[in-house]
Nanobody, 121 residues
Framework: VQLVESGGGLVQAGGSLRLSCAASGSTFAINAMAWYRQAPGKPRELVADITSGGGTINYADSVKGRFTISRDNAKNTMNLQMNSLKPEDTAVYYC???????????????WGQGTPVLVSS
């Protein structure tokens, strides 16, 4: 599975961005998906995740009410709508997919290369 993020960039505080993640390859093996972010000098953290059917969604407390995660399995895409952005949202954002084989075995996660988001004050 290959993941490619897009949509990052520079935005002023209070603005919005929409990140997208496009999956290719053995997409049938994708289970849950998630967005992570890593700010300079900080560990990578989970921003939001969504189950395979989209029925369960979780958000980090820091983004609740501002970010919305969604996925379209027919198009093999996942999005992150980010509103009311703050300077502390500045980070590289990564797309993540949990991989499960046809026999139910879990494989290593798939990761995108990351897309930078810079929020100016």
């Amino acid at each position: 599975v290959q993941l490619v993020e897009s949509g990052g960039g520079l935005v002023q505080a209070g603005g919005s961005l929409r990140l997208s993640c496009a999956a290719s390859g053995s997409t049938f093996a994708i289970n849950a998906m998630a967005w992570y972010r890593q700010a300079p000098g900080k560990p990578r953290e989970l921003v939001a995740d969504i189950t395979s059917g989209g029925g369960t969604i979780n958000y980090a407390d820091s983004v609740k009410g501002r970010f919305t995660i969604s996925r379209d399995n027919a198009k093999n895409t996942m999005n992150l709508q980010m509103n009311s952005l703050k300077p502390e949202d500045t980070a590289v954002y990564y797309c993540n997919a949990r991989i499960r084989g046809v026999r139910g075995e879990w494989g290593p996660d798939a990761w995108g290369q990351g897309t930078p988001v810079l929020v100016s004050s």
